[in-house]
């Protein structure tokens, strides 16, 4: 027998909750009365004022008239009573009725500053583990009666509320009904972030590109819901979700928007550079080391040949070992406490470093390979992203180590052609280049003034283009 057709009971919702301690059973039998919660989802203060109080005052033939208030919900269906305990709600039993009062109110963090996305000019403020507070973030800074929330909810054993937000008149609404359509159909038992929703909703789960954007910034969700795209939020979960997303929306930053043009341009191209660096620099070493020394201007060739002449390894495993001892120092100041993660960074940087070429086992130069692709990763403002591009250096390193420059052409080619069949909610992922718009180029590459921005993205797919009428 289902839960929703089982009788509407004390017992039954007691039989439920069996060997939950911290259910709380409390009866009122002056009143007729019994109330069933859970301690630690509820604020006392709201208890004490709504539920409390007014049953100290009200006499046993008084209690109907009381519940008849509009804070309390009669409830027909078993079903609902179990999810509005756990989701913070008190049951009142009285007589043959069952009412829900919602009492929700656990402490939760405080909205501060986002720690993976730092932020240097704009709002500081970064969602929270709370998604109606998720919900009034975006709503203070998008005042609009357009836009819309949506609330469904994920997970068999584990029921969790996900909010779909999108702006009425701006966004295509076959992508609000898609995602709906995908995040209805997850079934499994418990998703206890956004960022394990978003692989259940991907185009292509088995691919190491982020398909859709991740963010803790309020800010750069407003901006996106501007632009035509549909929002998701996850209670529980500090990350919102964006889509469909391009390639190149992981380059910019809200904070491209809050500079001049001119700045903001020269960031967003030092990004790419950066890109190129981090994805290309080292397996270029291992390429030429190995097979091009041809390449090498003479008077570096010198240094490069006295600086490996001690090494026994080539230049392939010589490469491998620094860049997973690099990852192995990122992922160890990652999790330790912040203080003690920079200083295992910087220490362990220098002394392995220098270590490793005083012991023969690397050159000075592949150091300094290693280093500089390493920070240019993190000039990517996505870590999901940056995460994905160091995976695939380590492709690229191997086949420059296995065929040189032609091996390093074959795993760009490989990468390409695998970006090309990518879709974000059926939508091209490497919009504008394919297909090609040079209108969204201005917004993609560099970042246009603002009397250029007229046009939402094409990707977006949207009837209402315009989205800045001013004239220059």
């Not at 499994?188 to 259940?200: A, G, R």
């Not at 912040?338 to 690397?362: P, R």
């Amino acid at each position: 027998m289902t839960a929703k057709h089982k009788p509407i009971t004390l017992e039954y919702v007691l039989h439920e909750f069996e060997q939950c301690v911290d259910l709380i059973h409390r009866n009122f039998p002056m009143l007729s009365a019994d109330m069933v919660y859970f301690d630690h989802l509820i604020d006392k203060d709201a208890m004490e004022r709504e539920v409390l109080q007014p049953f100290a005052n009200v006499q046993a033939d008084e209690l109907d008239h009381l519940l008849k208030d509009s804070r309390f919900n009669s409830s027909s269906s078993s079903k609902e009573i179990i999810e509005g305990i756990l989701k913070g709600d008190a049951a009142i039993f009285h007589e043959s009725s069952v009412y829900l009062v919602s009492l929700y109110g656990p402490s939760s963090r405080s909205i501060e500053q986002s720690e993976t996305e730092a932020v240097i000019i704009g709002p500081h403020d970064a969602f929270t583990e709370s998604a109606f507070t998720n919900l009034s973030l975006i709503r203070r800074k998008l005042k609009s009666s357009h836009l819309k929330a949506i609330q469904l909810s994920v997970g068999e054993v584990a029921k969790s509320d996900v909010f779909v937000l999108y702006i009425d008149g701006i966004v295509n609404m076959e992508f609000v009904n898609e995602m709906i359509k995908r995040i209805r159909d997850i079934e499994v038992d418990i998703i206890t972030d956004s960022n394990m929703l978003v692989q259940h909703i991907d185009d292509y789960p088995n691919t190491i590109f982020p398909l859709f954007l991740t963010t803790e910034r309020p800010d750069l969700i407003v901006s996106k819901l501007s632009s035509g795209r549909v929002a998701v939020i996850m209670d529980e979960s500090p990350s919102v979700i964006s889509g469909p997303t391009s390639l190149f929306e992981f380059f910019t930053s809200p904070d491209d928007y809050y500079q001049r043009w001119i700045i903001g341009t020269a960031t967003r191209i030092l990004r790419y550079i950066a890109f190129i660096i981090t994805i290309t620099f080292t397996a270029v070493y291992v390429a030429i080391t190995t097979y091009h020394y041809e390449m090498i201007p003479e008077n570096l060739l010198y240094t490069l040949i006295e600086s490996r002449s001690r090494v026994p390894f080539p230049p392939v495993f010589e490469a491998l070992l620094m860049e997973v001892t690099i990852e192995l120092l990122r992922e160890a100041g990652a999790r330790l406490p912040s203080k003690i993660g920079q200083t295992i960074g910087i220490v362990g940087g220098i002394v392995i470093g220098q270590a490793a070429v005083q012991a023969g086992l690397t050159s000075n130069i592949l150091i300094i390979a290693v280093a500089l692709s390493a920070i240019a990763s993190f000039v990517i403002p996505s870590y999901v992203m940056s995460a994905s591009i160091r995976f695939a250096r380590f492709f690229l390193i191997i086949l420059a180590g296995i065929w040189g420059n032609f091996g390093l052409m074959i795993g760009i080619s490989i990468l390409v052609i695998h970006l090309s069949k990518l879709t974000s909610l059926g939508s091209s992922y490497i919009t504008p280049i394919a297909p090609l718009n040079f209108q969204d180029w201005k917004d993609s590459f560099i970042r246009g003034p603002f009397w250029m921005l007229k046009d939402r993205p094409a990707q977006s797919r949207t009837h209402n283009k315009v989205r800045n009428k001013m004239k220059r």
